[in-house]
């Protein structure tokens, strides 16, 4: 019978025995994992399967820190005997700390007057580069390159090799200098009451150490900062800092007092990354055009995505289009102080309003690059909006050309402005009261675009109350009158030889295709013409349908009978009816102002297609009611061709130049891009 240990004993040589078979498998674990380092490993190929990153090394390097202060005395507490473990499992920092992973968000809420503290550990640092190594290499062995007698994929390579490749990830792992970006983004913020400021709720502010002996930086705690004497603010939500890192990152954020009327907290996201800036923001411009607007709903459009129109590229972006926009009446507004920040923009336009945003990938404009569309709906007339246009952060990277490397969390792009039409009311005439103005004008304008045939046409087209909420059957009124004229067209052109030999055709600089084109092109701008408010006063602008009345039946010159005003007005035929007789009989708009095609236009045809068809342009003076010029230094939009836009007014000035030499193609002309103001 064996001799009883009594339980007290039992249970302290199980504690002993149980360290010494751990001590001994780490050190013979570290042992074996660095060798890899320099050894060649027993079965080739299968390198990737050790593990990246060792063991930490025994307590010679856990007992002191670089400046050579011991654990023991620069935490102030009690050190484990356990030295082979590594200090992650055994609660490194405090618990109240966010343990950061390179390149991964973390969101916190913090109430005011609280700091919230994060670590971007060392090993943080490493791990990608190492991983990132490793990786490259085995895809390297893998592929193989079977024409110069090299393995296949999956074969071995030579002890050389892989001692190199073995010695790059050692390198790799053992690098630690490096540049690390500390961003963040407010989410939420508290909330005013009745006599609150109007400015915003005040903003948070980022603090980051690199010193053992600031492991908790913050407004009370500020020795050793890498942002400098004091923190660094969050600039409308957003707060973005690079700094080169040897060692951990201490990082603090910390909430301001609440100022009276101010209620609730803060939430936030933060991410370190040694990639580039998990969070963006582009105070340069707003990558963003809009190409005409109504009462109701306006158009925009990106600038091009890509810098060709091949169709993977096309496809690319259609797969994944990583845009959002997000529009807010001007003034105070939800997102007022967190205008930079994606989670916010995301979060309260869809709770706080009812403005919805169509979002598609378009090739219509310039020369047929792919962009991203937005159709915005829901609008008031007569008011300025707020927009922002966003990349969000749904995936890993998104490569912007003239804008660089987009990260996971996302780019906010620089702020504008609009007002929809019928909103300035700038001069409006003085026989139609405000009210009867604003009734009228909500139902002139009416923004169409998608068209089956007529598919460069993207602006504001004359409308009505009947079609106000009906774009298709507006569409399919346009299209079809411009599909039969373009028919008969079509059988005209046909009895060219347009197939015959290029020495037998009736042009060596153009052909039948370029007839068709440019006639189509023609054809769509005159049959459906570009509606301006009734009120601009813009001088290229031409007064259409006068005679008609407003829809609530106000008759806007009934008191004016002068002899000055039939003569220059009422008898004039461009000014009494509108260009298409159909808008007139089908249609029925109130009266409004037309922005006329391009002379240009005109002209392409007469220059494009054969002498036998006898197209010929108008001179003047009917020219001049019939087809406006393009402003000669192309700062203003004077005349509609298919692409032109307008330009957006932006929260500060940017010159084109700026906007040019990041690489997209802003020159104006109908066929090779779209026309662009400059700012």
């Known amino acids: 019978?064996?001799?009883?240990?009594?339980?007290?004993?039992?249970?302290?040589?199980?504690?002993?025995?149980?360290?010494?078979?751990?001590?001994?498998?780490?050190?013979s674990t570290q042992s074996s994992l660095f060798a890899t380092a320099v050894d060649v490993p027993a079965t080739p190929g299968l390198e990737h399967l050790f593990q990246s990153n060792p063991l930490p090394l025994p307590s010679a390097e856990l007992a002191a820190s670089d400046d050579g202060t011991s654990e023991e005395k620069r935490d102030g507490g009690y050190v484990p005997d356990f030295t082979y473990f590594a200090r992650s499992l055994l609660g490194r920092q405090a618990g109240e700390v966010g343990q950061l992973k390179n390149d991964e968000k973390m969101e916190k809420d913090i109430a005011p007057e609280q700091t919230v503290y994060f670590v971007l550990e060392k090993s943080q640092l490493q791990a990608r580069s190492g991983l990132q190594y490793s990786q490259n290499a085995l895809a390297a062995r893998s592929s193989g390159a079977a024409s110069d007698g090299s393995p296949e994929a999956g074969g071995s390579t030579s002890g050389a090799s892989q001692m190199e490749d073995a010695g790059r990830l050692l390198q790799a792992r053992q690098a630690s200098n490096g540049t690390v970006w500390v961003s963040a983004n407010t989410c939420k913020q508290p909330m005013p009451g009745n006599n609150a400021s109007s400015t915003g709720a005040p903003q948070l502010t980022l603090y980051v150490s690199t010193s053992v002996d600031n492991q908790?930086?913050?407004?009370?705690?500020?020795?050793?900062?890498?942002?400098?004497?004091?923190?660094?603010?969050?600039?409308?939500?957003?707060?973005?800092?690079?700094?080169?890192?040897?060692?951990?990152?201490?990082?603090?954020?910390?909430?301001?007092?609440?100022?009276?009327?101010?209620?609730?907290?803060?939430?936030?996201?933060?991410?370190?990354?040694?990639?580039?800036?998990?969070?963006?923001?582009?105070?340069?411009?707003?990558?963003?055009?809009?190409?005409?607007?109504?009462?109701?709903?306006?158009?925009?459009?990106?600038?091009?995505?890509?810098?060709?129109?091949?169709?993977?590229?096309?496809?690319?972006?259609?797969n994944s289009n990583p845009f959002a926009m997000y529009a807010f009446p001007a003034g105070r507004s939800p997102v007022t102080g967190m205008e930079n920040s994606v989670c916010a923009l995301k979060q309260q336009f869809s709770t706080t309003n009812n403005i919805t945003v169509d979002t598609t990938i378009t090739t219509k404009f310039g020369s047929g690059f792919p962009k991203s569309q937005f159709n915005v709906h829901n609008l008031s007339n007569a008011q300025t909006y707020n927009g922002y246009l966003v990349v969000?952060?749904?995936?890993?990277?998104?490569?912007?050309?003239?804008?660089?490397?987009?990260?996971?969390?996302?780019?906010?792009?620089?702020?504008?402005?609009?007002?929809?039409?019928?909103?300035?009311?700038?001069?409006?005439?003085?026989?139609?009261?405000?009210?009867?103005?604003?009734?009228?004008?909500?139902?002139?304008?009416?923004?169409?675009?998608?068209?089956?045939?007529?598919?460069?046409?993207?602006?504001?087209?004359?409308?009505?109350?009947?079609?106000?909420?009906?774009?298709?059957?507006?569409k399919a009124l346009y299209d079809g009158q411009a599909k039969e004229y373009f028919k008969n067209f079509q059988n005209s052109l046909d009895q060219i030889a347009c197939d015959a030999p290029s020495t037998a055709q009736y042009s060596l600089a153009r052909n039948c295709e370029n007839c068709r084109e440019d006639y189509k092109t023609w054809l769509c701008s005159v049959l459906i013409p570009r509606c301006e408010d009734w009120t601009a006063d813009d001088t290229w602008l031409q007064p259409r349908n006068i005679n008609a009345n407003f829809p609530d039946g106000t008759v806007p010159f009934a008191s004016n009978k002068s002899a000055e005003f039939n003569a220059t007005m009422r008898d004039r035929f461009g000014y009494s009816k509108s260009r298409n007789p159909m808008i007139d009989e089908q249609i029925k708009p109130g009266p409004y102002k037309e922005m006329l095609p391009c002379e240009d236009l005109c002209f392409d045809i007469v220059r494009s297609c054969p002498a036998q068809l006898e197209f010929a342009c108008p001179n003047n003076p009917a020219r001049a009611l019939q087809y406006g010029k393009r402003d000669p230094n192309g700062n203003v939009l004077t005349c509609s061709f298919p692409g032109a836009v307008v330009k957006l007014n932006v929260q500060s000035s940017a010159s084109f130049s700026s906007v040019a030499s990041g690489g997209i193609a802003l020159i104006a002309s109908m066929l090779l891009a779209m026309i662009v103001m400059s700012w």
């Open 1 to 27: 019978m064996q001799p009883r240990i009594p339980r007290n004993v039992q249970s302290k040589l199980l504690v002993y025995v149980a360290a010494a078979l751990i001590a001994s498998t780490c050190s």
């Open 216 to 318: 908790k930086p913050g407004p009370g705690s500020t020795q050793n900062l890498v942002t400098g004497r004091e923190g660094i603010p969050f600039d409308g939500g957003y707060v973005s800092f690079e700094l080169n890192a040897t060692s951990d990152v201490y990082i603090g954020i910390s909430a301001p007092k609440l100022n009276e009327n101010w209620f609730g907290s803060w939430h936030f996201e933060v991410a370190a990354s040694t990639e580039g800036s998990y969070h963006s923001y582009n105070e340069t411009n707003p990558f963003l055009f809009m190409v005409d607007t109504d009462s109701e709903s306006t158009l925009f459009i990106t600038y091009a995505l890509a810098d060709s129109d091949k169709q993977e590229d096309v496809a690319k972006w259609n």
């Open 392 to 474: 969000e952060g749904n995936q890993d990277t998104v490569d912007l050309p003239g804008v660089g490397r987009v990260r996971a969390g996302g780019k906010v792009f620089q702020q504008f402005n609009w007002t929809t039409k019928a909103g300035e009311l700038r001069k409006l005439c003085r026989h139609i009261s405000q009210v009867q103005a604003n009734a009228a004008l909500d139902d002139s304008c009416q923004v169409l675009t998608d068209l089956d045939f007529c598919d460069t046409v993207a602006y504001a087209v004359p409308s009505s109350p009947e079609f106000k909420f009906d774009d298709d059957k507006l």
